[in-house]
């Protein structure tokens, strides 16, 4: 009640003291602002820790960098059964799909190795 809220005062101005910064952001469970106290996110008023929920994209693009080690793979065993395909066919039209598939391979494969970093 208004106890609470004063003791949650009281603690921001304890806190800014102790050289925590009050963040723009607010704390999802009651709306207070929060404070980066270290490498801490702290809601004074909920008297816990905040950790903030990855973003979508960093969520995706971690998935995606997990993934990229089975693409590579993929990528790689594909092109092997390609060439294999490339060597016993002599028909041109049919040759000149399967290189048109392998360069689109090889540029997938180079795409992910640009992805790594
Ligand atoms: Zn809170």
Redesign the pocket.
């Known amino acids: 009640m208004e106890n609470k809220d004063d003791t949650s005062v009281k603690k921001m101005a304890e806190l800014l003291r102790r050289g925590a910064t009050m963040l723009a952001d607010?704390?999802?469970?009651?709306?207070?602002p929060?404070f980066k106290v270290g490498d801490d996110i702290y809601?004074?008023?909920?008297?816990?820790r905040?950790v903030y929920a990855e973003s979508d994209e960093e969520v995706e693009t971690q998935a995606v960098r997990t993934l990229i080690p089975e693409l590579r793979t993929t990528l790689i065993d594909k092109l092997k059964a390609l060439n294999e395909l490339v060597e016993s066919e002599s028909d041109i039209e049919a040759l000149t799909k399967l290189a048109n598939l392998m360069v689109l391979l090889l540029q997938s494969l180079h795409g992910l190795e640009n992805m790594k970093g």
């Open positions: 607010a704390c999802p469970q009651c709306g207070s929060l809601c004074v008023r909920c008297d816990r905040v």
